[in-house]
């Protein structure tokens, strides 16, 4: 699917978190600097707009593009995504949830 | 008008609720828990919420939220409660909450924490001290419509025996305006941009000027002095001696300076209703007159520098009180009589020309 | 947008997205270069194809620029705090009062309106919000050394009384904003400038698991741990803030989410590995999940 982020080099404060979570590893951290004095993420080719860079970004550089095909999620301000409130309302979680690490203890409810 | 029999706690909160107080929290402390009971019973008939707060900074936090929402609130304490809450007193004053504070005293030694500050910071409360039950109901309406006219807090003085004495008191709702609407209240953004009420930077989103935060705080203090100083005075066209004493002892003091006319000594007296702002004025007229001025207050020495610099050393100025406790603690001692209070007028009495 | 809003417009310093192709790599494809913002992408070879842009930062951020630490966590939290409210259309009700910490310069970029605390004592005047507004949907925003130091006496007693509000608390053991000392919640072993060589049980005493404490407490509805160092635990955390957030709404009593938040600057470690921290040094002593539901 056609994707691709824009990137907001003058918020970015070059703590690369976004590298390392992004799936095809289309994310690297540029030589030049903002003028802030950071190195800020370059998008190479392969973008998938899965939007985990954006999720995880601290500093709210970047916007996702994705292209809308049969079948793909609608776009902002549908409500309807995956994380909406709507999608989260649908789930049925009551009650305690393993830990998603599968470690720590798992405390019991009262 | 009503004319009922009550004691000057519930005088106070009888009041507070007609002057459409709808948040009280507070914590028991002798001799303020009074006004906590009363709420607990009067507030939930009127729709109104009392919380009996785990701690006096907890509750003055709920009286902050309350407040910060619009709602007039109250809070009662006694001095080392009031000591606990000096942080959010400072705050609220930076934040220019309005909430109405009360200081059942023990004795009168708590003058230089309510009137300078207490807290951390540059900021005044508005310090009103009544002196009878009467004057407890009157003031705290007084003192919502005060604390809303200038976006500060408002602190009342009281004391073990105004607090517990009963006496005839006339409610006089509607003495003062409807509360205005307050656009800087908390209310949830609805149809309207969001705002912020912080004691730490303007309303507005998006801006940082803490100094013009803090600087309005104060700006208006000048104001507060120009036009809310009240005092009740006495015989001073005539007076060599003028006596100074605020709350409940300003009435033991008013008694004895009437025995001590009758003896055919010159004698006034200047009874503080405004501890800040001070009756500054007042006192240094009648400092241009009389001969000396004694000051009558149950501690070491706190008032009497507010009249010291009043007076600026034109005629002596005597402090003829003093501390006193009884076994209680609770600041109703043996300095606190006529007789005491004569005697002391006599021992200072300016004769013959010149200081005693 | 149909209120009244303080919104800013959008920063226009976003450069093409892509890098210049090497010599002799082939070109990049359709639609990545030279994306324009907001535009979407007509190529004449694949007719019909179109980009629409799927993710941005909630509208109830005003300002996407902050003065946070590179690698700090408390800013992706609340960007997750403000999607909610968002999808729930909470913001004509919502009133967040916040403490004091790095956080503090929060409440002047959210869309909502904001009641600023003391350090600690943010459940107290969310007590009296929710008290005198009980329509108002009423969140606090708190620090660990906020909300498990100086304000444990605050979160207790509320939670206690079954306040109907949501405490949140940005946990990430530390005292950020002073410049990294011990609070409550500091874990053994870690070092700050006042547990110089890593806390000490005997010397500094023991950390206080603040959801596993709230949850003992009648009157408490809701209360669970979530993180925002992975992809994973970001979902955690939107799901349990709704679930809180929910039982709010549907008046069960008080409700605590503990997000784990990474301080790279006061963990003293590189932006990049506070994550990786964060999941060998907090999640032992404090396990993501749901502590208590009713």
């Known amino acids: 699917m056609l994707a691709t982020v824009t990137i907001d080099r003058e918020l970015c404060k070059g703590c690369a978190l976004c590298v390392p979570v992004c799936p095809p590893k289309v994310l690297i951290m540029s030589d030049a600097v903002n003028s802030k004095g950071y190195r800020y993420p370059l998008l190479k080719e392969g973008c998938t707009g899965c939007e985990l860079c954006a999720k995880v970004c601290p500093d709210f550089c970047f916007e996702v593009y994705r292209e809308a095909t049969l079948g793909s999620p609608l776009p902002l301000g549908e409500g309807q995504g995956e994380g909406s409130a709507q999608a989260l309302s649908q789930r049925n979680v009551p009650s305690p949830q393993p830990s998603p690490t599968g470690r720590g203890r798992q405390t019991e409810v009262r | 008008m009503e004319r009922v029999l009550m004691e000057g706690s519930a005088a106070m909160a009888e009041a507070a609720i007609q002057a459409e107080c709808r948040f009280y929290a507070g914590y028991p402390i002798t001799p303020s828990t009074e006004i906590l009971e009363y709420m607990s019973v009067r507030l939930p008939q009127v729709g109104g919420t009392c919380m009996n707060a785990e701690s006096e900074i907890e509750a003055i936090g709920m009286v902050w939220g309350a407040a910060g929402c619009g709602v007039r609130s109250m809070i009662a304490s006694t001095g080392q409660g009031i000591s606990l809450m000096q942080e959010s007193f400072a705050e609220l004053a930076n934040a220019q909450i309005p909430v109405v504070a009360v200081n059942m005293c023990r004795g009168q030694g708590d003058y230089f924490q309510a009137t300078r500050g207490g807290g951390h910071g540059d900021y005044r409360f508005i310090v009103l001290a009544p002196a009878s039950a009467q004057e407890a109901a009157d003031l705290a309406q007084l003192a919502f419509h005060l604390a809303d006219k200038w976006r500060n807090p408002v602190l009342i003085m009281g004391d073990f025996l105004l607090s517990h004495t009963s006496e005839i008191v006339t409610f006089r709702p509607g003495a003062y305006p409807a509360p205005a609407p307050k656009p800087w209240a908390i209310t949830g953004a609805k149809e309207r941009r969001a705002i912020t009420l912080s004691p730490l930077g303007p309303s507005e989103k998006l801006s940082t000027d803490i100094a013009a935060t803090l600087t309005a ?9 120009a036009e809310e100083v009240r005092a009740e005075t006495g015989h001073l066209e005539d007076a060599d001696l003028v006596v100074v004493a605020f709350g409940f002892p300003g009435r033991f003091v008013k008694y004895a300076v009437r025995l001590a006319r009758a003896q055919g000594l010159r004698v006034g007296f200047v009874r503080p209703i405004t501890l800040w702002p001070f009756p500054t004025q007042v006192i240094s007229s009648a400092a241009e007159r009389a001969k000396a001025i004694a000051v009558f207050e149950l501690n070491a020495g706190q008032m009497v520098e507010d009249v010291q610099l009043a007076v600026r050393g034109r005629v002596p100025v005597h402090s003829i009180g003093g501390i006193s406790h009884d076994h209680s603690g609770f600041g109703v001692g043996p300095l606190l009589s006529v007789e005491h209070i004569l005697r002391r007028i006599q021992d200072v009495y300016p004769r013959s020309g010149g200081a005693a | ?76 939290a609340l960007r997750i705090i403000l999607e909610l409210i968002q999808d729930l259309e909470l913001r004509e009700r919502t009133i967040c009062v916040a403490g004091i910490g790095c956080y503090t310069a929060f409440p002047m970029i959210m869309d909502v309106d904001v009641m600023q605390a003391l350090h600690g004592r943010a459940p107290s005047v969310a007590t009296g919000v929710k008290r005198v507004r009980p329509d108002a949907f009423v969140f606090t925003m708190q620090g660990d050394g906020d909300m498990i130091s100086e304000g444990l006496q605050e979160v207790l007693h509320s939670a206690a009384r079954g306040e109907q509000f949501t405490a949140i608390v940005f946990n990430n ?45 009648d009157g408490t509805a809701y209360v ?44 003293f470690v590189p932006p990049d590995q506070g994550p990786a921290f964060l999941e060998t040094h907090l999640t032992p002593t404090y396990p993501l999940g749901v502590i208590k539901a009713d």
């Open chain 3, 173 to 217: 053991a530390v005292f950020g904003e002073t410049g990294g000392h011990m609070t409550a919640a500091t874990v053994l072993g870690q070092h700050t400038k006042t547990t110089v060589g890593g806390r000490d049980r005997t010397r500094h005493g023991n950390p206080i698991k603040i959801s596993e404490l709230v949850a003992q407490l």
């Open chain 3, 1 to 76: 947008m149909s209120h009244p809003t303080n919104r800013e417009p959008a920063t226009v310093n976003r450069g093409p997205a892509t890098v210049d192709p090497e010599p002799g790599t082939t070109n990049p494809g359709p639609g990545t270069r030279d994306q324009k913002p907001g535009t979407k992408n007509q190529d004449p070879q694949t007719t019909g194809r179109s980009l629409t842009k799927v993710f941005d930062k909630p509208d109830l951020l005003l300002k996407g620029e902050h003065s946070l630490c590179p690698g700090c966590g408390e800013p992706v």
């Open chain 3, 224 to 267: 669970a741990r979530a993180a925002v160092h992975t992809p994973s635990a970001l979902k955690l955390t939107k799901q349990y803030l709704h679930d809180a957030f929910r039982s709010q709404l549907d008046g069960k009593g008080f409700s605590l989410v503990e997000i784990l938040t990474m301080c790279p600057t006061d963990w």
């Open chain 2, 217 to 225: 705080v104060t700006g208006k203090h000048a104001a507060i002095r």
